[in-house]
């Protein structure tokens, strides 16, 4: 079985075709999802997929795009919602220094807040990294987040600072890039980072693995980056599945 860490089915992408969506990805192998709500809108949809289908998952918090929008209100509403059994994580949340939408100071400040959250409530998160590696490597160290760990989502850094991570208790999850024929770092990572903290996911409708590449992302796709982690580890796809599978349930806390 396949287990998607990380899929965006509440995006307005697929209010045409989600069932359909849905049945590839079963019909792929993939068990397990966890939907990333990162706003009002998304965790409010995310919250209604995950009652909806028994195969999906929650992890919900504040995109760091859209730090200066968050209230105190909202924090506290992800608080009461983190109470729900299929509420996994909190994220996605981090540093973005790609947009200019959120000062950077407003951006550390929402972040630090969502990891006393998640110390406070007990989950892992779910970090978001663009252009800001560093700085997120420190506010982690800083705020303890070894305490609950969680995952680099749709990682694009070097082996080093994946290992870096690894050590402060952070799953590393790849994710289409690792299929491009020029994106070195991922394949690297794949190669270096051991089987047993590593995790797969499509950030759907998002970062099509080759040759979808370009075109919308879905579940089903999740394939394609088992299979390059495979075939990049001289492995093969079955103990890819296994082993991300497991580290996922683990991570989770799903039985």
Known sequence: MLFDTHVHLNAEQFNEDLEEVISRAKETGVGKMVVVGFDRPTIERAMELV????????????HPVDAIDMTDEDLVWIEELSNHPKVVA????????????????????????????????????????????????DILREEGAEEVGG?????SGSPEIAQECVDMNFYISLGGPVTFKNAKKPKEVAKEIPLER??????????????????????????????????????????????????????????
Request: glycine share 4%.
């Open 90 to 137: 909190l994220g996605e949340m981090g540093l973005d220094y790609h947009w200019d939408k959120s000062p950077k100071e407003t951006q550390k400040d929402v972040f630090r807040k969502q990891i006393h959250l998640a110390k406070k409530v007990k989950l892992p998160i779910v970090i978001h990294n663009r252009d800001a590696t560093q700085d997120i490597v």
């Open 151 to 155: 995952i680099m989502h749709c990682f």
């Open 198 to 255: 590593l995790l797969i996911e499509t950030d759907c409708p998002y970062l099509a693995p080759h040759p979808n590449r370009g075109k919308r992302n879905e579940p089903a796709y999740v394939k394609l980056v088992a299979e390059q982690i495979a075939e990049l580890k001289g492995i093969s796809l079955e103990e890819v599945e296994a082993a991300t599978t497991e580290n996922a349930n683990k991570l989770f806390n799903i039985n």
């Open 51 to 62: 009652e909806r289908y028994d195969f999906l998952y929650a992890s919900i918090g504040w």
